[in-house]
């Protein structure tokens, strides 16, 4: 989970440095082109393997509800950080752990432990300072846009958990693509015809760097979210959630390495919280009950 945390950190950075040299692009185009290098490096991989029939996998409901919730948090990702910025957009999108963590147990049958609980606590007070939110919004529809986005995420993630029991990481993956790319080509259609409402305009790049770059957070996303399947078939979703909030801080280090952002000592000890409470905790955690010779997976029936 900490390596996929890296590489959509990275992601976000690309897709935020694009929007920077084309500030008029659209975010449904970023978040296409994201996609359609995601299904590619699928398809490759599957191929390589010897398994591209097997992709579809089971077919269950889960796989499906995956797909769209998972294209639908990435929309409103990438409509968030064309809007407000990746820094702001990374800590409303964190906001998935809390429902990860309250809808885990029902979707699940997952216990969430003490632990779990304090490290998502923690963290989300470490954000708080770290982002500095406003609460006098000069772009309510963005920060909104974003705040959905961790709503979806934590609908998909926890789909990835189910699904995730009797498919591979390479066909939970491969729906997100799937079903992600035929929604944009729906909404590509509307709008040449019209259909669409206000925010769905379509203005493809005219650099080539952009393009590059976005490119580049297709592939950066691509392999986070072979970690990230991974880390929710493996582990407690909830866990999980917790050690996901190293991706802010990682954009924090972005935003001061590239976009000439500087944070203050509120900010700095924001993500100090973070790191402890959503990295740290849940390591220790788990190496405890492993000293204890207790189930890793904290009684989770993924394992």
């Not at 978040?31 to 579809?56: C, E, K, M, Q």
């Not at 820094?87 to 216990?111: C, D, K, M, W, Y």
């Not at 991706?247 to 590239?258: A, D, E, I």
Request: charged letters at 10%; glycine letters at 10%.
């Amino acid at each position: 989970m900490v390596l996929a945390s890296v590489f959509f950190s990275f992601m976000g950075a690309m897709v935020n440095q694009a929007q920077i040299l084309e500030p008029q692009g659209s975010p449904l185009v970023a978040s296409f082109v994201r996609l359609l290098v995601n299904i590619i490096v699928v398809a490759s991989v599957a191929a390589y393997a010897g398994n591209l029939t097997g992709l579809p996998g089971d077919r269950r409901p889960s796989l499906w509800l995956r797909g769209f919730f998972g294209a639908l948090s990435l929309i409103f990702v990438m409509y968030g950080i064309h809007a407000i910025g990746v820094g702001e957009t990374s800590f409303l999108h964190a906001s998935n752990s809390i429902v990860i963590a309250a809808l885990g147990p029902l979707l699940l049958r997952q216990r969430n432990s003490g632990i779990a609980w304090l490290a998502i606590a923690g963290a989300t007070i470490g954000l708080y300072f770290l982002s500095q939110p406003r609460f006098d919004d000069h772009n309510p529809i963005g920060r909104a846009a974003a705040l959905l986005s961790g709503v979806w995420a934590a609908i998909a993630y926890l789909m990835i958990a189910r699904a995730g029991r009797s498919n591979s990481s390479n066909t939970v993956i491969f729906y997100l693509c799937a079903v992600g790319i035929a929604m944009h080509i729906l909404i590509f259609v509307g709008a040449f015809l019209g259909l669409s409402g206000p925010g769905f305009d379509i203005l493809w790049p005219v650099h080539s760097t952009t393009y590059v770059l976005l490119v580049g957070a297709g592939i950066m996303a691509s392999v986070a979210q072979y970690f990230l399947t991974a880390a929710y078939q493996q582990a407690p979703a909830a866990l999980n959630a917790a050690v996901s909030y190293v991706t802010p801080v990682l954009n924090l280090g972005w935003s001061v390495w590239f976009f000439g952002r500087h944070p203050d000592g509120t900010a700095l000890a924001g993500a100090c919280m973070v790191l402890i409470c959503g990295v740290a905790l849940p390591v220790i955690s788990v190496s405890a009950r492993k000293k204890a010779s207790k189930p890793v997976s904290m009684d989770s029936p993924l394992f």
